[in-house]
């Protein structure tokens, strides 16, 4: 029962077999995943998401497995997005091309203007021809894919019908290709992602929310601020019927302007504001925080520049 794990150099080919056919088939294949995996992780050839991240290889080398591919391969075309892998694809096509399930992949290019559209085509083993979903300008628009800020369909659109056409294609005929994921193009059009497929704008972020709040402030006229109720004030502040309570969001700014004061760097700042933003309902309030915010930011920044 607590026989020792054989290193390779005592094994059988049958054992070396056993283990490469999946780093979850058994523990000889998750033993041989993990010592792959370490190799890869402390390469400077593979992409940020599995530097320094063993799990994040493992995961690579099973995909890998599946699909007979080269686990470097895997990972350079493996983006990772929300916690999503997503694909390139440009991986799609070439894995549609090495697959020996069709020929090469060809883009059937018709129409001009919003009515410009592209087909991915090709011929299976038995000489039928294949055809994957037209896809064109019109539908770019109409899904939201065209306008969005950074959107390579703009500025290539000839190129994104070719992406977005392959991967239809793929996910057709050969969604094994694909394993049921987008691609980093896909997931582009659903959020904007730099090169490296992180997330560089979604209005859930907090960095997006700090910028926000940042360029409103900024936008603002100069003006003097209205002298505000102190929290004592408030906290006890019952009207003369004694039936009014505290001013919750009233309450959230005087905790927030208290924080930003105990802040000593831009990033301090941009944590605290985002510790308050939801408790600060008011829209007077928000104003006095953002207010707060931009002259404690100005005052760190010349403390700064002195240094």
Not at 102 to 122: H, I, N, Q, Y
């Amino acid at each position: 029962m607590n026989e020792p794990i054989k290193s390779l150099a005592e094994r059988g080919p049958g054992e070396i077999q056993a283990a490469q056919t999946g780093a979850f088939a058994n523990v000889d294949g998750f033993e041989l995943a993990l010592r792959m995996a370490k190799m890869l992780s402390e390469s400077q050839l593979v992409p940020a998401a599995f530097q320094q991240n063993i799990p994040n290889c493992v995961i690579a080398l099973e995909m890998a497995s599946r699909l007979g591919a080269s686990p470097l391969s895997v990972a350079q075309n493996l983006y990772v997005v929300h916690g999503n892998p997503s694909w390139s694809a440009q991986y799609v096509i070439a894995a549609v091309n090495s697959s020996g399930k069709f020929r090469p992949l060809r883009f059937k290019m018709t129409g001009d203007g919003d009515e410009k559209s592209c087909v991915a085509w090709t011929t299976d083993k038995s000489g039928e021809v294949l055809e994957g979903p037209a896809v064109s300008i019109a539908m770019a628009k109409a899904e939201g894919w065209y306008g969005r800020k950074g959107s390579k369909w703009q500025t290539m659109p000839e190129l994104m019908l070719r992406y977005r056409a392959a991967t239809f294609f793929g996910r057709l005929y050969a969604p094994e290709l694909m394993m049921g994921m987008k691609t980093v193009e896909e997931m582009h059009d659903l959020n904007t992602v730099d090169a490296a497929g992180n997330v560089i704008e979604d209005v859930t972020t907090t960095q997006n929310l700090n910028e926000t709040i940042k360029a409103a402030g900024k936008a603002r006229k100069p003006r003097k601020a209205k002298p505000s109720p102190e929290p004592a004030q408030e906290a006890a502040g019952a009207d003369e019927g004694g039936k009014k309570g505290p001013d919750p969001s009233l309450q959230a700014l005087s905790r927030c302007r208290a924080r930003l004061h105990e802040c000593r760097t831009s990033d301090d700042l941009d944590l605290a504001m985002d510790e308050f933003r939801e408790a600060i309902t008011n829209p007077v309030h928000k104003d006095l925080a953002i207010e707060e915010y931009n002259k404690i930011e100005e005052k760190i920044a010349a403390e700064s520049e002195k240094q």
